[in-house]
C-alpha cells in the first residue's frame, strides 16, 4: 500500500529542513523502493500568510487523508503581534487536538560521535539512546477545576487538577508497550504512587496491560528517582511511560543529556499509530535563510515515521545508520561542529546523508 505522507514545512529554518527531508524521502523511493507519495501544506505563520489561518482547513483534510505527517517548525517574530488565535503555535496545538496525538515520544539519543557535546562524562551518556513516552493530552495541563480565586478569608489561592481516566491510562500505557517491543523490550512506568491517588489507579491500569504483553520486562519508578537516574546512569532506561507534566520535564532533562538541540526528533502519535513528527527545535529565526541549521533532527523524526507509523523498520533503520556515517566521515553543521572536523551547511549536510544510504 502506498504510504501518503505530508509535509509541512512551516517557518524560519521549517523550509530549509523539511527541504533535506523531502530530499532525503525522494532518495528512498527512487534507490531503495519505499513506496509513498508526498504532499506539502503550510502550516504556521506561513499557513496565515497563505489563507489566514495557522492551520488552514485544506491543510488539516490533507492531514487527516495521510498516514504520516512531517514537520519542521512554526513561529517567527513576524507573527508575534498576532492575536492569540491566528499565532503560528495555535496551528501546531489545534493539529494534534484535531488528530488526537495524546502520545509523544521524545528519543534522548547520543550518537558516540558527539559524547563531547554533552555536560555529562562520556562514559555515562556515549551511546545513550533512550525513548521517553509523554502523556500529551491529559494530568495537570488541562484537568478540571482549575484557575485563580480567591477564598472566604479574602486569600487568594490557584489550583490545577491532575486527573486521568482509566481509558486514557491505558491508552498511553499500550502505546508505552507497543514502543518497548520494537526496541529493547523494557518499559519503565514512572509515577508518584507513594503520595498521588491518579498515580495508584496509573500503576495499577499499567500493571493491567502488562498482562496483554509478556515479553516487554515492566518496572516502575518515582518521579524523583527518575529525574536522579536520569543523570546519573541515563543508559539503564530502554523506555519510559509517564504522564503530562512528569513527562513535560523529564524528556526536557533528558534531551539537554546529549548536548545539541539540532539532534533530536520527536512524534507524536494517535491510537492508531498515525503520526505527526517533527524536531524538537523551534523554527529559530536568528539562523534562518543562512543554510546554518542543522537538519539532522528533521531527517531523524523521518526515521522515526518510517518506523512508528509506516511500519517501515529497515528504512528507518536506513537512515539512521546513513546519519552515523556522515557523523563518522567528521561532517559538521555550526551547531555541533569541534575542532577537527568539516564545517558544513544545511544543505550540504542533507545530500551528504542521502549519499550515504546503503543496502
Ligand atoms: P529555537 O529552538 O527555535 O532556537 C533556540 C536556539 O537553538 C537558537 O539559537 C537557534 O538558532 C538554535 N537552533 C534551533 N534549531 C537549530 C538547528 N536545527 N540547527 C542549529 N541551531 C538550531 O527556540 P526559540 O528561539 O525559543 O524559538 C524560536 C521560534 O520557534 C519561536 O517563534 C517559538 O515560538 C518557535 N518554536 C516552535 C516550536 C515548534 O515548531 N515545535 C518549538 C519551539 C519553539
Not at 16 to 45: C, Q, S
Not at 69 to 81: F, H, M, N, Q, T
Not at 212 to 223: G, I, Q, R, T, W
Request: charged share 25%; aromatic share 6%; net charge negative.
Amino acid at each position: 500500500m502506498t504510504h501518503k505522507i505530508l509535509v509541512m514545512p512551516g517557518d524560519g529554518i521549517g523550509p530549509e529542513i523539511v527541504t533535506e527531508a523531502t530530499r532525503l524521502l525522494n532518495a528512498l523511493r527512487e534507490r531503495f523502493g519505499l513506496d509513498a507519495e508526498l504532499e506539502k501544506a503550510p502550516i504556521g505563520g506561513a499557513g496565515y500568510d497563505a489563507a489566514g489561518e495557522p492551520l488552514p482547513e485544506q491543510t488539516l483534510k490533507l492531514a487527516r487523508e495521510a498516514d504520516g505527517l512531517l514537520l519542521g517548525a512554526v513561529g517567527g517574530p513576524r507573527y508575534d503581534e498576532l492575536p492569540w488565535e491566528k499565532r503560528p503555535e495555535r496551528g501546531l496545538l489545534a493539529i494534534r487536538a484535531q488528530l488526537e496525538l495524546f502520545s509523544n515520544l521524545r528519543p534522548a539519543i547520543l550518537y558516540p560521535q558527539l559524547a563531547s557535546a554533552s555536560a555529562l562524562k562520556p562514559e555515562i551518556v556515549g551511546g545513550l539512546d533512550i525513548m521517553i513516552l509523554r502523556e500529551l493530552t491529559g494530568g495537570a495541563y488541562f484537568g478540571k477545576p482549575r484557575g485563580i480565586d480567591t477564598r472566604e478569608d479574602g486569600v487568594r489561592q490557584g489550583y490545577n487538577t491532575i486527573i486521568y481516566s482509566e481509558p486514557e491510562i491505558e491508552r498511553i500505557a499500550r502505546s508505552g508497550f507497543d514502543i518497548a517491543m520494537k526496541r529493547d523490550r523494557r518499559l519503565c512506568s514512572v509515577d508518584k504512587a507513594n503520595v498521588l491517588e491518579v498515580s495508584q489507579l496509573w500503576r495499577e491500569v499499567v500493571e493491567r496491560v502488562a498482562k496483554d504483553y509478556p515479553d516487554v520486562a515492566l518496572s516502575h519508578m518515582y518521579v524523583d528517582n527518575a529525574a536522579m537516574q536520569l543523570v546519573r546512569a541515563p543508559k539503564q532506561f530502554d523506555v519510559i511511560v509517564t504522564e503530562n507534566m512528569f513527562g513535560d520535564i523529564l524528556s526536557d532533562a533528558a534531551a539537554m543529556l546529549t548536548g545539541s538541540i539540532g539532534m533530536l526528533p520527536s512524534a507524536s502519535l494517535d491510537a492508531h499509530g498515525k503520526g505527526l513528527y517533527e524536531p524538537i527545535h523551534g523554527s529559530a529565526p536568528d539562523i534562518a535563510g543562512q543554510g546554518l541549521a542543522n537538519p539532522l533532527a528533521t531527517l531523524l523524526s523521518v526515521a522515526m515515521m518510517l518506523r512508528y507509523s509506516l511500519n517501515e523498520e529497515a528504512q528507518a533503520a536506513r537512515v539512521e545508520a546513513a546519519v552515523g556515517r556522515v557523523l563518522d566521515d567528521g561532517l559538521r553543521t555550526p551547531d555541533i561542529w569541534t575542532q577537527g572536523c568539516d564545517k558544513v551547511d544545511t544543505q550540504t549536510m542533507g545530500q551528504a546523508v542521502v549519499a550515504a544510504l546503503s543496502d
